[in-house]
């Protein structure tokens, strides 16, 4: 059973920062992939960013791109995901997410290619 534990999240200032962290056990295959994807009431989960247990290369979303980064540590068991100069567009509910093994690269935005998935953390971007 694998799960995924989300912290960090807050109240900041148009232009601040943040960094969430994603504690993940259980995970078995170092091919599985962790993302991240954030929710706004009403709407669907968007794709934010992944990372994939065979590289530190990761991908992300286009509306983040250069203003977020995702990493994670060497035992692959935290993941983070570092918020900089945010807008108020970026207010939602950041989850973390866990495949149980390996996603095509043209699937690994969709949130449906994922299996696991952590409660949330609320980020709120507001003067």
């Known amino acids: 059973q694998v799960l995924l534990e989300e912290s960090g999240g807050g109240l900041v200032q148009p232009g601040g920062s943040l960094r969430l962290s994603c504690a993940a056990s259980?995970?078995?295959?170092?091919?599985?992939?962790v993302g991240w994807f954030r929710q706004v009431p009403g709407k669907e989960r968007d794709f934010v960013a992944a990372i994939r247990g065979t590289n530190r290369s990761p991908y992300y979303g286009d509306s983040v791109k250069g203003r977020f980064t995702m990493s994670r540590d060497d035992t692959q068991t935290t993941f983070y995901l570092q918020l900089n100069n945010l807008n108020v567009e970026d207010t939602a509910v950041y989850y973390c997410a866990a495949s149980k093994g390996y996603i095509i690269l043209s699937q690994l935005r969709s949130s449906t290619s994922y299996d696991y998935w952590g409660q949330g953390t609320q980020v709120t971007v507001s003067s």
């Open positions: 259980g995970r078995s295959d170092r091919n599985s992939v």
